[in-house]
């Protein structure tokens, strides 16, 4: 497994090892179809990585799993389906990084505690950003662009993939460590940001691979850095931001599997031996890294761990940073 989150690939290091030394789950389990609720829309790499491991999970498992997407409040709304539903192993959920660790510190009422209402059965994926900007700025490192925002402060725009998303927190904490003001704008997406940038309209954004990928690789947008804390595979050449002169910086979008809490853990640890069986396939982890997403399996335990130190990470940059949700 190619990981690139330092501080995740610490607590997943564990593996599958401690789920398979677990109790096995019951003989019966499953006995009927099992549901997971997707907290995205249909048609995003979120869903479609859900939906290139469900037919191998229906295969392995013996029932049919099925996918229900259910979209909104920053996936609020999906999790807390899954939350109230019965802890038997029937009822799953697929929630990002914002419903599972930030939301908590971005919504004034949560309608569940990520923390106590939900179990952790296994990362998916991590979502590397990158830092890009057009050929028109004079800075051609990161270097040189924090100490163009520090020459004049609070001009230059960052735009990013719409508020409280992963992007806007990591264009939140680059301005932090970096101690520049940048003046933030909102997109429906990494898409729309990447063309304003293109079309010179904008500066500089924070965005995923696929929105920057081809540009980057054609010259048309500059590669600042990637978020993560190790370099991509696909972008070799182009810093992480720790790398490029803001050492400890590290943020990365993820998803994952929960369940809800109680889950007995012999259910959460099959589920989570078959989730992770899905996603070392050399074929599913090709065709993510397509998506621009890299495979991160893992334990439950370490899961949980990760979510946890995700959830302390953000509720800092939040707060320093003032953002609210409503």
């Known amino acids: 497994m190619n990981m690139f989150l330092r501080g995740a690939a610490a607590l997943l290091a564990a593996g599958v090892l401690s789920a398979q030394a ?14 997971i609720v997707v907290t995205f829309p249909p048609g995003g790499s979120t869903d479609a990585v859900v939906r290139m491991i469900v037919p191998r999970l229906s295969e392995k498992l013996g029932q049919q799993v099925v996918v229900d997407n259910r979209p909104g409040a920053g996936g609020n709304i999906g999790l807390a389906i899954v939350a109230k539903a019965p802890p038997d192993g029937y009822t799953l959920g697929v929630g990002a990084a914002g419903a599972l660790s930030a939301n908590a510190s971005l919504y004034a009422q949560m309608p569940f505690d990520p923390l106590k209402d939900l179990k952790p059965v296994s990362m998916l994926a991590a979502i590397p950003f990158v830092l890009v900007g057009h050929p028109s700025l004079k800075a051609r490192t990161l270097k040189d662009l924090i100490a163009q925002a520090k020459a004049d402060p609070a001009k230059l725009a960052i735009g990013h993939g719409g508020n409280g ?26 898409g729309p940001a990447a063309l304003d940038v293109l079309a010179g309209q904008l500066p500089l954004a924070v965005v995923d691979l696929p929105a920057a990928l081809q540009q980057i690789k054609a010259g048309k947008l500059i590669a600042f850095a990637v978020t993560s804390a190790q370099r991509l595979p696909t972008l070799p050449d182009v810093p992480t931001a720790a790398e490029a002169g803001l050492p400890g910086y590290d943020s990365t979008g993820w998803f994952g599997v929960v369940a809800p809490a109680g889950t007995p853990a012999p259910i959460v640890a099959r589920l989570n031996a078959e989730i992770t069986a899905a996603l070392n396939d050399p074929q599913i982890q090709a065709s993510m890294r397509n998506l621009g997403v890299e ?27 003032n953002i609210k949700l409503d």
């Open 22 to 35: 677990q109790a096995p789950a019951p003989a019966d389990f499953p006995s009927k179809p099992i549901r």
């Open 165 to 190: 998303t992963a992007m806007h927190l990591s264009a939140a904490l680059l301005g932090q460590m970096a101690d520049i003001k940048l003046v933030e704008v909102p997109y429906k997406g990494s």
């Open 295 to 321: 495979p991160a399996p893992g334990s439950a335990d370490s899961f949980d761990g990760y979510i946890r130190s995700e959830t302390r990470k953000w509720a800092k940059v939040i707060r320093q940073a």
